[in-house]
């Protein structure tokens, strides 16, 4: 008996909730759901929050597919010397396993956006060593 009056009270919440964000919010498609509306009210929608935007400013960049054999040293002389434009490395993490192997991922970080975007143009799909890298802006989860 308790549990169907708080079910009861939980849908009739809900259900004057959406009436509110139906009645204030300009029409939205049947297929619209309960989070995007309350998204939509809250002035924000599902997809700015999961999705990067292009217009962010990025200055970390992810290189992936890094030879087994690099370290930070050798990365950041790669990145450093390779490039036609100079750029100026702030900072440079090799991802590794619990044992201390390579995961041949790494995160670096440049001084300007415009230094990141023109490292991703000009490392993307190149190679170091054997390996042919996949470089591309880094944005926070």
Not at 72 to 99: A, F, G, M, N, R
Request: glycine share 2%; hydrophobic share 35%; aromatic share 8%.
């Amino acid at each position: 008996n308790n549990i169907e009056e708080e079910r009861t009270k939980a849908t009739t919440k809900k259900s004057l909730l959406l009436f509110l964000l139906a009645t204030t919010l300009p029409y939205q498609t049947p297929s619209t759901t309960y989070t995007e509306m309350a998204a939509m009210h809250q002035g924000r929608t599902e997809e700015s929050e999961s999705a990067p935007k292009e217009s962010m400013s990025a200055t970390r960049v992810c290189v992936k597919n890094l030879p087994p054999s690099f370290d930070e040293i050798k990365l950041k002389k790669h990145l450093q010397s390779s490039s036609k434009d100079p750029l100026v490395l702030t900072d440079c993490k090799i991802l590794k396993t619990k044992d201390g192997r390579s995961r041949k991922i790494a995160f670096v970080g440049f001084k300007t956006p415009e230094m990141a975007q023109n490292a991703v143009s000009y490392f993307d799909k190149s190679f170091a060593l054997t390996s042919r890298l996949s470089v591309s802006l880094a944005f926070s989860k």
